[in-house]
């Protein structure tokens, strides 16, 4: 199964339509028990997501190909190799595990400072010494691949991709890093949840795309579609795609996950596609 289990909500309380709060220890461990009897092996996180990796390291997450992720440098940091071996090992001890499956930038534009080649150096160490197996970036727009690829050896790219945000195929860059053998990780399937929210239920600040809510809330109606079900079956259908990142609130939210995946994909999903960076990219949802 190409899903990969996303733990923002494990260390902290994530995404615009999370009501249920954090993910509690409890709550993951029976999540991670049921991805494993479902053939789930692979886990999102990062050292930012508040407590997640000491979460996860104390439930024994041996079996599953660990990905986590390099927070931006500080402004005031005097050494990025020392950096980058505290970060680093930090993961290590807070994940209770001896290698981590790929480690990503989380702000890749930093890639192309002056320091940018140190930074890649530091972290290529480790696969070197085969403590990480893969260096990825994680990405809001598909622009950045074409000044990062060009410059640096990547094996995994996590991008947006959903109904609503297809930056990454139209671009041709999903195809591309198909070609180039570059892992590619699906985020924000579900938009940060606001393609599963009822229409009544948006909240005021995304009231500009309401014609797009109502377009699709009611062809979900009309064919009587989850939309868990049809988010995940959009994606699924594209074969370039190497894991779909799903966050997870609840116990009965990975249960959802998992049944839609199992049910045969629908071919007729209606178009809902926005090229609105103010709403395709949660960086520039502002509160009001």
């Known amino acids: 199964m190409r899903i990969a289990i996303g733990t923002a909500q494990v260390g902290s309380q994530y995404g615009v339509a999370n009501t249920s709060g954090i993910l509690v220890e409890n709550q993951i ?3 991670l ?27 024994n997450i041996n079996n599953f190909k660990v990905i986590t992720k390099l927070p931006a440098v500080p402004k005031d940091c005097l050494n990025i190799r020392k950096w ?12 209770n595990v001896k290698k981590i499956y790929g480690i990503l930038f989380h702000n890749p534009n930093q890639l192309l400072t002056n320091y940018g080649a140190e930074l890649y150096t530091a972290l290529d160490k480790y696969k070197q010494k085969d403590i990480i197996s893969k260096i ?7 622009s950045q691949l074409d000044l990062l690829l060009p410059k640096f050896s990547i094996d995994i790219v996590q991008t947006p991709f959903n109904l609503i945000d297809r930056r990454i195929l139209n671009s041709g860059w999903l195809e591309k890093l198909s070609n180039k053998n570059i892992e590619i990780h699906i985020r924000s399937v579900f ?13 005021n600040k995304f009231s500009n795309w309401d014609s797009v809510w109502m377009k ?7 064919n009587k579609v989850s939309a868990v079900h049809a988010c995940l079956s959009f994606v699924e259908s594209f074969k370039e795609v190497d894991k779909i990142i799903v966050g997870v609130d609840s116990l009965n939210h990975f249960e959802q996950i998992i049944q839609a995946m199992r049910k045969l994909p629908i071919t007729n999903i209606i178009n809902i596609e926005s090229q609105d ?5 949660p960086s520039n949802w502002k509160v009001k």
């Open 29 to 31: 461990k029976k999540v």
């Open 33 to 59: 028990l049921m991805a494993q009897n479902e053939g789930v092996d692979t886990i999102d996180t990062a050292s930012n997501y508040g407590k997640s990796e000491a979460i996860l390291g104390n439930l």
């Open 84 to 95: 980058v071996d505290g970060v680093v090992e930090s993961s290590l001890e807070s994940l």
């Open 136 to 142: 990825g970036i994680s990405i809001y727009s598909p």
């Open 191 to 203: 938009l940060q949840g606001l393609l599963l929210m009822p229409h009544s239920n948006i909240p």
């Open 216 to 222: 699709w809330n009611n062809w979900l109606s009309d």
């Open 277 to 281: 960076e103010l709403l395709i990219n």
